[in-house]
């Protein structure tokens, strides 16, 4: 199967239905007041983690999603329908971001976890909603809020227990190819792996942990050299990190000069993954080379800190030994507590924000007022109705747009622009 781990999708939520404007006509009752109903709200754009997924394959065919819009409202006060929500299916361990902003909307990582990504818009008013006292009989009613939008970026992280990392050609496929049902494709040439391989490992006592044979890494890649950036990615979510080293040297490499490149490396992406608990593994101690480098690996472990391991991927040597060891280790791993997690906070709506109002010019000398409830108020308004025409400038004043728009220099008959639509000023 293809390994599509970073994709971009469009989505978006359904458009409110629009409200009604009606009046009661029924035979006993000559002068019925409004009895227009409002619409129903628009769906919803979710993402719901699919334990049958484990790429962003089908996104590669499939890249736009649309929900639907909510009924309009009718007469004799009957509300519209909401919309049901567009349910999109990811894989576990998918990372959704706005592409315009790069801001991380969603981390999803357990199966059946939802995170809303777009709101459907609110079904517009109808005219029943508009009597006051001063005014029995509106005419007007609410177009429906329209549904959000937004292209995103969907990045895949492995969801493994354990990330291999090292050079290229040190072994790390074959290890995984000795302990696991896995088959990752195994030649004597760089970068053979170049997608990540998970196997499942079984322990003597019928236990399994996920191993990730995650592609080697280069120097500069945690700037992005080679494939760097999309190999890190997948080593975040690891518990546990194997650090295999090539003991014999064959290519001219010294593992212990490599160890600490690779550690370089990580440390430069991510001080959570330079955190992250290490062991050191010396593979491909069955060639005579291999021995004058041991003493000084066992060194360096000791040095460091960490659990060390002399093993042959190809002979099964010193393997089991360390399988045991990472299966113990996971059963006693603790998670660390991290912060608060900003990722949870999609829709956590700022009123300030969206009341928040700026003015800018385009390249005509148009004004453009920007600020997401006016924007909302202007989607919403029936200008073809003189009531709702003069409830927007009544709302215009209350918000000082006229003192703001003074103040940016704007003279007689100058256009405004607020989202899609397009106003000739006048004092």
Same mark, same amino acid.
């Given at each position: ?91 576990? /361990?998918? &990372?959704?971001? $706005?592409?315009?902003?790069?801001? @991380?909307? %969603? +981390? ?6 939802? =995170? ?82 998970? /196997?499942? &490992?079984?322990? $003597?006592?019928?236990?399994?942990? @996920?191993? %990730? +044979? ?6 500069? =890649? ?82 460091? /800190? ?122």
């Amino acid at each position: 199967m293809q390994f599509i781990d970073r994709t971009k999708v469009i989505v978006k939520a359904g458009d409110g239905g629009h409200g009604k404007s009606a009046f009661r006509r029924e035979k006993f009752v000559p002068k019925g007041g409004p009895a227009g109903g409002d619409g129903g709200r628009g769906g919803d754009i979710i993402f719901e983690v699919d334990s049958n997924m484990n790429t962003l394959l089908d996104f590669r065919y499939h890249r736009k999603f649309t929900a639907k819009n909510g009924e309009n409202g009718d007469i004799k006060n009957q509300y519209g329908k909401n919309a049901p929500a567009c349910i999109v299916k990811v894989p576990p /361990g998918t &990372v959704v971001k $706005d592409e315009q902003t790069g801001e @991380v909307l %969603a +981390d999803l990582t357990e199966v059946g976890q939802q =995170a809303v990504i777009c709101k459907g818009g609110r079904g517009g008013r109808g005219n029943a909603k508009f009597a006051t006292a001063a005014n029995r009989a509106p005419t007007f009613a609410e177009f429906g809020e329209p549904g959000e939008q937004r292209n995103l970026i969907l990045e895949l992280k492995l969801l493994a227990d354990v990330g291999l990392v090292g050079y290229p050609s040190v072994g790390k496929s074959s290890l995984v190819a000795s302990c696991s049902a896995a088959r990752p494709e195994i030649a004597e040439y760089h970068f053979t792996t170049i997608t990540p391989v998970l /196997g499942v &490992v079984k322990t $003597d006592y019928e236990k399994s942990f @996920v191993m %990730a +044979d995650i592609p080697g890494l280069i120097d500069g =890649a945690a700037d992005g050299a080679g494939l760097g950036h999309d190999f890190l990615r997948h080593v975040e979510r690891t518990k546990l990190i194997v650090h295999i080293v090539d003991a014999s040297g064959i290519e001219g490499r010294d593992p212990v000069e490599d160890f600490y490149k690779i550690n370089r490396e990580l440390a430069k992406y991510s001080d959570k993954l330079a955190r992250r608990t290490q062991i050191l593994v010396a593979n491909k101690i069955d060639l005579p080379e291999a021995q004058a480098n041991l003493p000084r690996l066992q060194k360096l472990a000791e040095k460091e /800190g960490l659990k060390f391991f002399a093993i042959s991927a190809a002979t099964h040597a010193g393997v089991k030994e360390l399988i045991s060891y990472i299966g113990e280790w996971l059963d006693n791993y603790v998670p660390e507590v991290e912060a608060e997690d900003e990722t949870e906070k999609v829709y956590d709506e700022n009123k300030e924000d969206a009341e928040k109002i700026t003015i800018t010019r385009n390249d005509a000398g148009d004004f453009i007022v920007h600020g997401a409830a006016l924007e909302k108020l202007v989607a919403m308004t029936n200008f073809n109705n003189d009531e709702a025409l003069r409830r927007f400038q009544y709302i215009w004043r209350i918000k000082g747009l006229d003192e703001k728009l003074t103040e940016r220099g704007i003279k007689e008959g100058q256009t405004v622009r607020i989202g899609d639509m397009e106003f000739e000023y006048h004092e």
